[in-house]
Antibody
Framework: QVQLVQSGAEVKKPGSSVKVSCKVSGGSFSSLTITWVRQAPGQGLECMGR????????NYVRKFQGRITFSADKSTRTAFMEVTSLTYEDTAVYYCASLGGDGAWGQGTLVTVSA | DVVMTQSPISLPVTLGQPASMSCRSSERLVHSDGNTFLSWFQQRPGQSPRRLISRDSNRDSGVPDRFNASGSGTDFTLKISRVEAEDVGVYYC?????????FGQGTKLEIK
């Protein structure tokens, strides 16, 4: 059973960057695809992209292309998502999820963009 | 991108009564491998989403059997046979057949 544990809440200034981590336990890291989903306050779910950490392969949703980067530390079974050039509209809860397999989700990371 | 449209947006239901919600996709969701990658997620207030159903109609481990999904092509349905208080939340459908994955806007289930 895959479990995903994310890093804690962040408060960032407009124009800055944030890096969210997603630590994987259980399951097979080598076959895992991590999908990143965000949820703005009171809004629905939006896919940002996906990565296969073991292959260093990523697909980004066009809307976020150029502003987000996925990476991973295979030794610690941790996936990362960095978002740059933050604006107020990036205030949201960011989730990592394993939508294939057993469908696990992280607990979410609240990123607040505030001056 | 594939547009997923859910209805109704709000679904008030009496405890013990059935509930049904719809999800329509702008394109057929049958993958070239023959699978239909349509999933249903439940998001209780203040919680992360939880997958209930994958590949159109396969119930996830631990999901009560009062949840059932059906459909094909572009029209899909999630039914709850007898609503319980713990079922309150927002239900999302998501297609994983075409990239990028896309979600419906959600159906909010509440108790009358």
């Amino acid at each position: 059973q895959v479990q995903l544990v994310q890093s804690g809440a962040e408060v960032k200034k407009p124009g800055s960057s944030v890096k969210v981590s997603c630590k994987v336990s259980g399951g097979s890291f080598s076959s895992l695809t991590i999908t990143w989903v965000r949820q703005a306050p009171g809004q629905g779910l939006e896919c940002m992209g996906r990565s296969v950490p073991i292959l260093d392969a990523s697909n980004y949703v066009r809307k976020f292309q150029g502003r987000i980067t996925f990476s991973a530390d295979k030794s610690t079974r941790t996936a990362f998502m960095e978002v740059t050039s933050l604006t107020y509209e990036d205030t949201a809860v960011y989730y990592c999820a394993s939508l294939g397999g057993d469908g696990a989700w992280g607990q979410g990371t609240l990123v607040t963009v505030s001056a | 991108d594939v547009v997923m449209t859910q209805s109704p947006i709000s679904l008030p239901v009496t405890l013990g009564q059935p509930a049904s919600m719809s999800c329509r996709s702008s394109e057929r969701l049958v993958h070239s491998d023959g699978n239909t990658f349509l999933s249903w997620f439940q998001q209780r207030p203040g919680q992360s989403p939880r997958r209930l159903i994958s590949r159109d109609s396969n119930r996830d481990s631990g999901v009560p059997d009062r949840f059932n999904a059906s459909g094909s092509g572009t029209d899909f349905t999630l039914k709850i046979s007898r609503v319980e208080a713990e079922d309150v939340g927002v239900y999302y459908c998501m297609q994983g057949t075409h990239w990028p994955y896309t979600f419906g806007q959600g159906t909010k289930l509440e108790i009358k």
